[in-house]
């Protein structure tokens, strides 16, 4: 497994955002912190205990880099991302 999370996908396994994917902003020793682009943006990301996601490889993208690398990123490049995601899964 994959020791830090950061910048890879995950998906919602309870709650009322149940299913719903997610770009991983950080982590800490119990929780992610998410955003998705549109509801929970780059600046207030949603708190989740890692217990609560699935995470979804995706380290071949250039989002994924631009995270590990610490460089800003923006919330169109997530929506896009989680975009790309869907409709290939589709």
């Given amino acids: 497994m994959i020791n830090e999370l950061k910048g890879l996908m995950a998906k919602s396994l309870v709650g009322h955002d149940k299913d719903k994917i997610y770009i991983v902003i950080s982590e800490d020793s119990q929780y ?5 682009g549109y509801l929970k943006m780059c600046d207030k990301p949603k708190k989740k205990k890692k217990k609560h996601v699935q995470i979804i490889k995706n380290e071949n993208s250039l989002l994924y880099r631009k995270i590990q690398e610490n460089q800003k990123i923006s919330d169109e490049e997530i929506k896009l991302e989680i975009k790309q995601y869907i409709s290939k899964r589709n």
Avoid at 32 to 36: A, E, I, K, M
């Fill in 32 to 36: 992610v912190y998410l955003s998705d």
